[in-house]
């Protein structure tokens, strides 16, 4: 059942992430990194109207996080693919839709330690929560489930290019648009005119937008007049549903079309 044969794999993904710390290690140094430099280096230099940078700068930190960490489907597949563990899950009496759940899974494992580090490292440097209990699992919850559908994204994208050192250029072409041209670290009313509307546009900036609002790190911030954006976390649903509609089947038959060979 692809259930269970889903949990093994992601049993077993696991496990190679416990044998390889240096995996989590690096994957939580460069948001630290992004914490420390733009809100003790960049921070007194970047002014938000209506609330105190560090609040605004880290929902921008946890929505980077997020959606770089879903990076890992797609060079993991792409490695996978190379080494050659695919043709061994070939040989065995398991779903085929089981690797990529597998894979999905655990890497939303790797997010949410990632995502509980960057909080920590916020408070130390002064980041509060101004929230209720509820609203504040509910952004750590958005936050995630946007990364497990981004995954998706990723993966095919691991499936798709030729060789895993491909991949990192192939998803920072993607990446570094979303999350720099967003209001992560900036407000997007900052920003020129059509990287203005790219910004407010943006599903980044739906995500980091509704992670400081239930979070309660708005303050009195203007909001821009864009409808993804005074709707943040209906966008963010509606975008991550669109995106397990689409990629999970396509990654399953991509999946499907490279056991073939």
């Known amino acids: 059942m692809w259930a269970s044969d889903g949990w093994i794999v992601t049993k077993r993904n696991l496990i190679k992430m416990k044998r390889s710390p240096d995996m989590l290690l690096f994957a939580v140094l460069q948001p630290i990194m ?3 430099l733009f809100s003790q280096v960049y921070g007194g230099s970047i002014a938000v109207k209506g609330t105190d940078y560090t609040q605004y700068l880290m929902a921008g930190i946890f ?3 997020v959606v770089f960490g879903s990076t890992f489907s797609g060079s993991a597949m792409a490695q996978d693919l190379k080494a050659g563990i695919i043709d061994r899950f070939r040989t065995l009496p398991m779903s085929p839709s089981a690797v990529l759940i597998g894979r999905t899974n655990s890497d939303l494992v790797l997010n949410a330690i990632s995502v509980l580090i960057m909080m920590a490292t916020g408070l130390v440097v002064g980041w509060r929560v101004n929230a209720t209990v509820p609203s504040f699992l509910a952004g ?5 489930l946007f990364s497990y559908a981004f ?3 990723m993966a095919l994208l691991g499936m798709t290019v030729k060789t895993p050192e491909a991949i990192n250029n192939a998803s920072f072409m993607v990446l570094f648009p979303l999350t720099f041209i967003s209001n992560a670290f900036v407000q997007s009313s900052n920003l020129p005119g059509p990287l203005q509307v790219f910004a407010d546009w943006n599903p980044v900036s739906a995500l980091v937008h509704a992670a400081r609002k ?5 303050g009195s911030a203007p909001v821009p007049d864009a409808w ?3 709707h943040a976390v209906g966008t963010v649903l509606i975008g991550a549903l669109v995106m397990l509609v689409i990629f999970v089947p396509l990654c399953i038959r991509k999946f499907a079309s490279i056991s073939s060979r």
């Open 34 to 36: 992004f914490v420390l």
């Open 63 to 65: 929505g980077q996080t």
């Open 140 to 144: 750590v919850g958005l936050l995630l």
């Open 151 to 153: 995954s998706w994204v």
């Open 214 to 218: 239930l979070f309660g790190n708005l």
């Open 228 to 230: 993804p954006i005074e």
